[in-house]
């Protein structure tokens, strides 16, 4: 019996069909199905580079674009108007000088710097300028305004009150008399002072800067008041007196009729 059965099993054996592909081999190296798998994964692989590198390109670009400036760029808003401002007398000498000390100089810049402190304040681009400033070589502006006081000595009891002169040879004088009338007004009406307009000299109207600045920038030259019977308005009531050149020149500078300034 035992012999029967060993010839079975062996015939079992026998009869089991050939492998299709030999067994050492990993199982795929004689499939055609391994190699349509190969296949497949080499292809995904390389799409997967290709794709890679289209967005490596698309991030390089983007990047090179903004360095080179293609990005969208915020816009810029218009630049504020520049206005130069000369301390009468700043940086050369001390003016006319009262018995008791005071400067002319003294009185100029004070007005001169907390007049540019206001318009700076109020968006305006402002040069505080000395009397010979190099900066006035072809300097320009939206407009120049130089800034003195008249004599410190007793003249007579008419000697109160301001001048306003531009350029006898002014390049563009229907600015520069918009600028006077403007100043006029609102100095004016701010100090209470009457304006000399007979009393203003060729010191004024040939006054050195209108001759260095560029042609084209509209220029004016004030004389505040008199140091001696209007000293308590040019220190204690300065005030006044700044109030009334920013109102004159805002006037001049945003187009307001020569009554004053726009509104605030």
């Not at 009393?199 to 050195?208: E, G, K, L, P, Q």
Request: overall charge neutral; glycine content about 12%; proline content about 5%.
């Amino acid at each position: 019996m035992k012999p029967m059965v060993r010839a079975r099993k062996e015939n079992r054996r026998r009869s089991r069909p050939p492998m299709a592909y030999p067994r050492g081999s990993g199982g795929a190296a004689g499939s055609p199905w391994g190699g349509l798998g190969i296949l497949t994964g080499l292809a995904l692989l390389l799409s997967g580079l290709v794709g890679g590198w289209w967005i490596y390109r698309a991030i390089s670009a983007s990047g090179a674009g903004r360095e080179a400036g293609w990005a969208p760029q915020p816009t810029a808003s218009p630049r504020a108007p520049r206005v130069g401002l000369v301390a009468g007398h700043l940086g050369h000498d001390s003016g006319a000088v009262c018995a008791d000390g005071l400067t002319e100089v003294e009185v100029n810049t004070a007005i001169a710097r907390e007049v540019a402190r206001r318009l700076e304040a109020m968006g305006y681009i402002v040069d505080v300028l000395e009397e010979f400033d190099e900066r006035l070589q072809g300097y320009r502006a939206a407009a120049l305004l130089s800034i003195h006081a008249d004599s410190c000595e007793y003249i007579n009891e008419q000697a109160t009150g301001f001048k306003v002169a531009r350029a006898q040879a002014d390049a563009v004088p229907e600015q520069s008399d918009r600028l006077v009338a403007c100043l006029v007004a609102a100095y004016g009406r701010r100090t209470g002072l009457r304006f000399h307009a007979n009393s203003i000299t060729y010191d004024m109207t040939d006054y050195h800067a209108f001759r260095e600045i560029a042609p084209e920038t509209p220029a004016a030259i004030i004389e505040t008041g008199f140091l001696y019977l209007d000293r308590d308005l040019l220190t204690r009531g300065r005030e006044r007196v700044v109030e009334g050149i920013v109102e004159g020149l805002r006037c001049f500078l945003e187009g307001g009729a020569s009554g004053g300034a726009p509104g605030p």
